[in-house]
């Protein structure tokens, strides 16, 4: 790890070290924002200085990774126990010696999965610690701004990785915007959707929206197309971007229901 590195203190991504701009891309695009009072940056150094990663199970085979005090979005990483190799699902920035250890002690990492660029934060650090694979879709290659040969750029409507687990595109918030579906954790499929789908607080309402910061929806055409890309997918769990967003009754049905609002 080289600890000078630089890292965007708003949304948590890792840059180049000569990386010489003063602006982050990915809080410049109208899906993310630059705080009003300018560009702010962190490092390696001083987030493992004064944050830890919190390490929760959600139930067996499944665990959150959170950054406390919380950093950047407050995005949560999942890590996925499976018989054939482990998954890393979404990234958070920080790495430190007790998440190592515990993915370590439980098998490594066969490969990380990402939902869309806002959390692409550090994932050549993790990548490299675990030696394994990063699967991106190949729509999203322009978010990349720390490149490592270890992305496996992927094109279509989805990949099979490997114990019948999955990544299937849905779009909308970005083009490449996935889900993960693992068919081994619950009867009809447990889905790890990142903030593709996004679970209110009340815990009875989805939203799909092209910008959930800056409240842009998405075209009506956009939302039909989803709900019927949802209709053909099983599950009956889902586990989102925060850390409340996890729903074990009905979800389909609740998403399904938030999707034919919009008419
Ligand atoms: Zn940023
Ligand atoms: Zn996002």
Known sequence: MNELSKICATCGTKYPNDYKENNCIICEDDRQYV??????????????????????????????????????????????VSDNGNILWDCIPLLDSEVRNFIIQNGGLKGMAI????????????????NCPIYLPETEKDFVVNGTNEIHYWSGEGIELWDGIELIRIGGHFLGSSILRIPTLSE???????DTFYLSLSLKHFSVMY?????????????E???????EIDFDEIYGFWSYQNL????????????ERYK
């Not at 074990?248 to 999707?259: A, G, I, T, V, Y």
Request: with cysteine.
């Open 35 to 80: 705080p009003l009072d300018g560009q702010k940056w962190t490092n390696s150094k001083t987030l493992i200085s004064n944050h830890k990663v919190e390490i929760k199970q959600l139930k067996p085979h499944l665990y959150e990774f959170l950054i406390k005090p919380t950093f950047g979005i407050g995005q949560r990483a999942i890590f996925v």
């Open 115 to 130: 939902s869309h660029p806002h959390y692409y934060s550090n994932m050549k650090e993790w990548s490299k610690t675990f």
């Open 188 to 194: 009809k499929g447990t889905i790890l959707c990142g």
């Open 211 to 223: 910008s959930y910061p800056n409240i842009i929806p998405l075209p009506i055409a956009e939302v």
């Open 225 to 231: 197309r989803i709900r019927d890309k949802v209709k």
């Open 248 to 259: 074990k009754e009905d979800p389909k049905q609740l998403l399904m229901e938030s999707l």
